[in-house]
């Protein structure tokens, strides 16, 4: 089966088209290696950078920017966010505090994209 992919590694955005040809995953389309590992991962098993926002309770702001450190598939997305929507910090929180661990079982911790004051 053959996927058609715009490379997301760097700002040009090459458009990939990637297929599987004797037991070998064949990328064409990209512009240098780079392109070659995100069209390969993307075929197998896509992943993203998880970045949104959780409740925080105790600080002037509502809610805290919060991402995961490292890749997680992007199938299990949606079941993180929706774990994530359910949850709610305590103010100080300090950019990088970890604050759900192995989230979803992936492995991956959610950690604060910035710190956050106590009001
Ligand atoms: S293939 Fe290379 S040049 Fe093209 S978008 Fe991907 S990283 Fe950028």
């Known amino acids: 089966m053959k996927k058609v992919i715009t490379c997301i590694v760097c700002p040009v955005g090459c458009t990939l088209t990637v297929y599987e040809e004797n037991h070998q995953i064949i990328v064409e389309g990209n512009q240098c290696k ?3 590992e995100f069209g390969e ?3 197998i098993r896509p992943m993203r950078i998880l970045t949104t926002t959780v409740k925080i309770k105790g600080s002037l702001h509502k809610r805290l920017p ?3 450190d490292g890749e997680i598939p992007k199938d299990q997305l949606t079941q993180c966010v929706q774990a994530l929507y359910k949850i709610s910090v305590q103010a100080p929180i300090i950019r990088g505090d970890i604050l759900v661990k192995d989230i979803c079982h992936t492995g991956i911790n959610i950690v604060a994209s910035r710190s956050m004051k106590a009001d």
């Open 34 to 36: 780079r392109g070659q």
């Open 66 to 68: 919060v991402m995961s």
């Open 41 to 43: 991962k993307e075929y």
